[in-house]
């Protein structure tokens, strides 16, 4: 029969639950060293310099300005208030997107959509998010995605920097804040 000593996992890490008062002293060592070095992170945090603000006192009164009309990150164009979706190029637009669990499901088909067809920075962190996610959400069908992935990485590679993929119109960002 086994003696159960009384405690926790963490007597047993810190090593306080021992007989051996070198492994107790030990133990308090560790846990004042990962203390002190929390303390130091977050002075370190704290002390960071702040970066400047990047708006100037006009911008962003134009921005907060009622009449300003929010605009599509996908392709710039105005949004009307309220709207969920881009007209023009369909993307998900709405104020709480990512936040409503229905709407949600859109904006993450955005992003694999553009995985497949559109344009993506070309960087590894990124492809190597894409094939992740898509072998956790399905692995049955991530080799299919894998596979239309792989052709859009080819044929990005293959264009010319500043050409326009094939059934992508050219988009001027032409419109400014309070028009």
């Not at 190029?89 to 409503?100: D, Q």
């Not at 094939?131 to 590679?157: D, E, Q």
Request: aromatic share 12%.
């Amino acid at each position: 029969m086994t003696r159960h000593q009384p405690g926790g996992k963490l007597p047993q890490i810190l090593m306080l639950g021992t007989g051996d008062p070198n492994q107790t002293v030990a133990g308090l060592g560790v846990a004042f060293l990962l203390l002190a070095g929390l303390w130091r992170f977050v002075g370190w945090v704290r002390e960071a310099p702040q970066k400047p603000d990047p708006w100037d006192a006009e911008f962003e009164r134009r921005l907060e300005a009622p009449e300003t009309l929010e605009v599509c990150c996908h392709c710039s164009t105005p949004q009307e208030p309220g709207a969920w979706f881009c007209k023009h190029c369909g993307s998900a637009v709405g104020p709480y997107n990512n936040l409503m669990p229905y709407v949600h499901i859109f904006s993450e088909g955005e992003v694999f959509r553009n995985g497949v067809t559109g344009r993506f920075r070309n960087r590894p962190f990124i492809f190597i998010g894409y094939v992740l996610i898509t072998l956790g959400i399905n692995p049955i069908f991530a080799p299919i995605f894998w596979f239309f992935l792989f052709k859009n990485l080819k044929r990005s590679r293959e264009e010319k920097p500043g050409e326009q993929p094939e059934g992508v119109q050219s988009q001027t960002a032409g419109h400014t804040l309070g028009q």
